[in-house]
């Protein structure tokens, strides 16, 4: 009887004999530890995996309401920005700078540099050597070599062709000082002809550049183009002052040797005149 009254009051609890008064009647196993641990450890990974997706579900619910704003609000705004951009583009191409125009403009400057660069090239570098003899052919060469380089020899060309100073007995002190001053400004004037014509070069190279940029430029680039020919024509007109300088320092070289000539006149004919009044009053 007692037996019987044994298993009417007991159960099983999760494996684990139970009776009605609450007690267990044997300790739990440890394969029920091990089954309540893993459960355990189950509910942590599923309650870790769940906090990142509900942290990027709100990540992304944020983006979401930035980009809403951006399309709505600002969207707008830069719709009607492009459409001024458009409009401003539009304008260019059609009335301030139509590329029909800049085409046929730059078709002009091609067809310019086509028909007469070449033969305005061969005007500029066409030699005009004339002389004969060994010595004068070499004064010519140095004088159309258009070189700066070239002046040393050039004064001994000079020299060589036009003959050096007399000595100090071989001339009087009045002529040798007249041949030295003559010499000098000729020498000076064609040491300047190879200056001038080595920056004619320059300034012709740079006409080059600047007719190449005209025929491949493009709107606004104008005012930096008429500044650069501005001073391409300063550096042309400089290299005409010099030109012209030397012009000047010949001729006034010139005049007064002329002035030497009248002055050495006038002084040998009041020399004869004090002759022929001392033979006529001699007795």
């Known amino acids: ?35 309540r641990s893993l459960l355990i450890g189950v509910l942590l990974i599923e309650t870790c995996l769940a906090l990142p997706k509900l942290a990027q579900g709100q990540f992304l619910s944020i983006f979401d309401s930035i980009f809403s704003s951006i399309q709505s609000d600002i ?5 009607q920005v492009n459409q001024v951009v458009q409009q401003m583009q539009k304008l260019y191409q059609t009335t301030v700078a139509p590329l029909a125009a800049i085409n046929q403009a730059r078709g002009f400057a091609a067809n310019s540099i086509t028909s007469f660069r070449g033969q305005m090239n061969q005007i500029f570098n066409t030699s005009f050597t004339s ?3 060994p010595g004068p052919q070499q004064f010519e060469s140095i004088l159309h070599s258009r070189l700066s380089a070239q002046i040393p020899a ?34 000076e004037n064609l040491k300047t002809t190879l200056i001038a014509d080595q920056g004619g070069d320059a300034i012709l190279q740079t006409a080059e550049q600047m007719e190449n940029q005209v025929a491949v430029s493009t709107p606004g680039s104008n005012p930096f183009l008429t500044a650069q020919a501005q ?5 042309c007109q400089a ?18 040797h002329d002035n030497v000539l009248v002055k050495r006149r006038a002084a040998a004919t009041g020399g004869i005149n004090g002759l022929i009044t001392g033979a006529l009053t001699a007795r």
């Open 154 to 187: 050039l004064q001994a060309s000079f020299t060589t062709n036009y003959g050096a100073i007399p000595q100090v007995n071989a001339a009087s002190p009045q002529d040798r000082v007249m041949m030295d001053v003559d010499d000098a400004l000729g020498q």
């Open 75 to 79: 969207g707008s705004s830069l719709s």
């Open 1 to 35: 009887m007692s037996d019987k009254t044994q298993s009417e009051t007991e159960f099983l609890l999760n494996g684990v004999a139970f009776n009605a008064d609450g007690e267990c009647s044997r300790k739990p196993s440890a394969r029920a530890s091990w089954r």
């Open 131 to 133: 002389a004969v003899t």
């Open 239 to 256: 290299f005409m002052q010099k030109m012209l300088a030397a012009e000047l320092r010949q001729e006034a070289g010139r005049i007064a």
């Open 231 to 235: 001073v391409a024509n300063l550096r």
